[in-house]
């Protein structure tokens, strides 16, 4: 088993900037990619960022890239999202996942574990 916590969401104004955390516990934390997903009201859960075992390699929506970057930590082991200039459309519940697979992985279904989530709101 794999448990994940995130931290980090909240309130912050458009264009400002947020760096979500993701800890993560259980069982050997390198051998899983990683991931980020988002779930705004109304709209499915969707991919934001992925990255490998490694942390080699990294994949990003259209949509934030240039904007978020994805990195991990393998020997403390945590998952970040930093967020820069922000948008009123990245406003969402964002969720750190975990598969245990080489990586980066974008198909949500994919994913074997979740976290519960942490809310983020940009206001304009």
């Known amino acids: 088993q794999v448990q994940l916590v995130e931290s980090g969401g909240g309130l912050v104004q458009a264009r400002g900037s947020l760096r979500l955390s993701c800890a993560v516990s259980g069982r050997t934390f390198s051998i899983y990619a990683m991931g980020w997903f988002r779930q705004a009201p109304g709209k499915e859960r969707e991919i934001v960022a992925s990255i490998s075992r490694s942390g080699g390699r990294t994949r990003y929506q259209d949509s934030v890239k240039g904007r978020f970057t994805i990195s991990r930590n393998n020997a403390n082991p945590m998952v970040y999202l930093q967020m820069n200039s922000l948008q009123v459309e990245d406003t969402a519940i964002y969720y750190c996942?975990?598969?245990?697979?080489?990586?980066?992985?974008?198909?949500?279904?994919?994913?074997?574990?979740w976290g519960q989530g942490t809310q983020v709101t940009v206001s304009s």
């Open positions: 996942a975990a598969v245990r697979a080489i990586g980066p992985e974008d198909l949500r279904s994919s994913y074997d574990y």
